[in-house]
């Protein structure tokens, strides 16, 4: 007996010469039988496509093989010979097929298709799915993309903390970190509050919502440099956009003014998409089929198109003259919602759209005070059918403008007295902004709820698995 280590099914069908003896691993998609054979679709999530497994009834274990269901695990040996049937070039005709782990008819994923709430609840078997694989492989090609396009351009990969002690964005949406059981009076102050003195770090800590502040340290140091880790946020909001545990790619530039930031954030949203087109053609071909007819039209148009951008008040003049009724009014001074963001996108612009310098009472303590001293340098970048998937700024960098921003925003400056170091030493304009990851892989595959483009999602009041 030879031992043969498996084949991947992705490079089984990608050969470019019948193999006489090879073996592969997977789980049975589907079986068919005729008098002489049996056919099983056999998937190991290499690739979206399965690979057909011929079956003859000369093989001992026939009738083992004539009970296999859909969702049991097979040890496949035989040789890869071309295939008769249409629409595959290979196809496995077995000498050997060895049960691994059996499946009952209890095995939820059944040909049939399936809503996308039903697969929520089987989020352990859901990645066993062609939709589901075909967005996680997706996302793992693009998240090495990320690396790529920052590595390409000489930026620095940081790890930032993901337990700290500020709350970057400012709104109060943090999910505290403590190992003191508040039933335990020893966790108490005299006065009976929480005693923090007494927690593990022996201060208040959080999950972060940013590495922002962090990665504003080290490209202060190393120039460009970039974050792409897991973030938490504590809101309750429950929208298809809002996930409490996301992850966010944020890059951070010394010497970078808005306009530089604008730029990146445009080049790295249109790298993104291009990459997810070159490399995940057939995940890419199934969400246009099965998930958005006009998917693929509107990502071409997307990398090959500038972005609009648009100043703030610009935006509102536009809103408020579109003679939409929207649920939430707006004016100057209004944060955009969801809807209004959508509106510039969808249906004014109908491409991606960049609004910048936006009123300093709505965006957080660290974006820089444009020279009318109402605006700041924010930016936001617009997609259609998601709305934001980009926030971003050029940050303060002169050290009396930033404590009085933070005193505005009922801060202490004294909490931060190593962010303003960063200002009293070598301060240099720097920019940056934050993706998150989630809102970018709905916009490249189309699937509208960021439950489904994650693992394993969690929102509020929900945290299976
Ligand atoms: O606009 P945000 O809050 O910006 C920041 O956190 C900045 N510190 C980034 C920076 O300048 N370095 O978040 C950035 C992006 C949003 O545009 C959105 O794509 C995503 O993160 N995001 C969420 N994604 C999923 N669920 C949530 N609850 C999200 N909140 C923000
Ligand atoms: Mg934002």
């Not at 490079?11 to 006489?20: E, F, M, V």
């Not at 008098?35 to 998937?43: A, T, V």
């Not at 792409?228 to 309750?236: D, I, L, Q, V």
């Not at 039209?297 to 500038?306: E, M, S, T």
Request: with cysteine; glycine share 6%; hydrophobic share 40%.
């Amino acid at each position: 007996m030879t031992d043969l280590s498996p084949t991947s099914i992705r490079d089984a069908l990608q050969s470019t010469a019948p193999i006489d003896s090879t073996q592969v691993q997977g789980w049975v998609r589907t079986r068919r039988d005729s008098k002489d054979f049996s056919f099983i679709e056999l998937n190991d999530g290499s690739s979206l496509r399965n690979l057909q497994i011929i079956a003859k009834n000369t093989l001992p274990n026939y009738s083992a093989v004539q009970r296999l269901s859909t969702g049991a695990s097979l040890t496949v040996n035989g040789a890869l010979v071309p295939s008769q049937g249409k629409g595959q070039k290979w196809e496995l005709v077995a000498d050997k097929i060895e049960l691994v782990g059996a499946a009952d008819d209890s095995y939820p994923l059944q040909k049939k298709g399936h809503t996308p709430e039903f697969l929520r609840e089987i989020a352990h078997l859901r990645p066993r799915s062609n939709l589901f694989s075909s967005v996680f492989r997706v996302r793992s090609r693009l998240a090495f993309a990320v690396h790529q396009f920052f590595q390409e351009r000489g930026f620095v990969y940081v790890h930032t903390p993901i337990i700290t002690g500020s709350d970057c964005e400012g709104a109060g949406e943090l999910f505290r970190v403590t190992t003191l059981d508040p039933a335990d009076a020893g966790s108490r102050t005299a006065k009976g509050e929480i005693d923090y003195a007494k927690d593990f770090f022996a201060r208040p800590t959080y999950l972060t919502v940013s590495g922002q502040l962090e990665a504003e340290a080290f490209a202060l140091a190393l120039s460009k440099v970039y974050t792409f880790g897991p973030t938490f946020r504590a809101e309750n909001s429950n929208t298809s956009r809002h996930a409490s545990e996301f992850w966010m790619i944020e890059p951070e530039m010394a010497f970078c003014d808005l306009k530089g930031n604008m730029d990146l954030a445009e080049e790295f949203v249109k790298y993104l998409v291009a990459d997810a087109r070159e490399h995940c053609p057939d995940e890419m071909e199934l969400f246009g089929k099965f998930v958005d007819k006009e998917l693929l039209a509107r990502l071409d148009f997307v990398i090959n198109r500038p972005f609009q951008r648009i100043t703030y008040a610009e935006a509102v003049e536009l809103l408020k003259k579109s003679g939409e009724k929207f649920e939430f009014s707006i004016d100057y001074g209004f944060n955009l919602q969801s809807e209004h963001e959508r509106w510039l996108s969808e249906k004014h612009f109908q491409c991606p759209v960049t609004v910048f310098n936006y009123p300093k009472e709505i965006k957080p303590f660290y974006m820089r005070l444009n020279d009318d001293g109402k605006t700041v340098t924010a930016m936001d970048l617009l997609v259609p059918g998601i709305g934001e998937i980009v926030g971003g700024s050029q940050r303060e960098e002169r050290l009396q403008v930033l404590e009085e921003n933070m005193r505005q925003h009922n801060m202490d400056p004294a909490d931060y007295k190593w962010y303003l170091d960063l200002r009293r030493y070598g301060t240099a304009p720097h920019s940056g902004f934050g993706l998150g990851f989630e809102r970018m892989l709905m916009f490249v595959t189309g699937v509208p709820n960021i439950r489904d483009v994650i693992p394993f999602a969690r929102t509020p009041g929900s945290a299976e698995f």
